[in-house]
């Protein structure tokens, strides 16, 4: 509803074939619902928000180029991307009185709450701003399942 109200474009970039993180499934599309929530409420009016999944093992670099920072385990990463026409507010440190529809708190405090579910899964969620291109990313990157998969064939 308000990202249409805002004729946003939306574009996405998914890997294939992604492996399971360590979340477990409902936890995980309550942390998704959250971020996305969160770009749709703070994305700019004619605006645009990018979401791409993808898998980073070790030794590779993430999605702005860094090192990747989850110990030595491969992780998940989903970055969201949105355009803001005003500067944002980290959601760690308060709520943006550009948000202003009302709201606001209840979706600063589900981040929160969902940074701390990150962490409890050893995980990172980030929230980084980019003011001279009027960008912002929401970086949500989980560590893949330790657990190996056997496969027996039928004797």
């Not at 500067?87 to 529809?101: A, F, H």
């Not at 929401?138 to 399942?145: A, G, I, K, T």
């Amino acid at each position: 509803g308000k990202v249409e109200g805002k004729g946003v474009k939306i574009f996405r970039k998914f890997e294939g074939s992604l492996p399971e993180t360590v979340v477990p499934e409902g936890t995980l599309q309550y942390l998704l619902d959250v971020v996305l929530r969160y770009a749709a409420h703070s994305v700019s009016v004619q605006g645009g928000i990018g979401i791409s999944l993808k898998s980073v093992a070790e030794g590779l670099r993430g999605a702005r180029g860094e090192v990747p920072s989850i110990g030595s385990r491969p992780y998940v990463e989903v970055v969201t991307v949105f355009t803001t026409g005003a500067k944002p507010t980290d959601p760690n440190r308060g709520v943006s009185t550009r948000m202003g529809e009302g709201g606001e708190e209840l979706l600063v405090l589900e981040f929160r709450i969902a940074c701390a579910i990150v962490e409890k899964y050893q995980g990172q969620l980030r929230f980084e701003t980019d003011e001279k291109k009027g960008k912002a990313w929401l970086v949500l990157r989980l560590p893949v399942e330790r657990r190996s998969v056997f496969r027996f064939r039928a004797a």
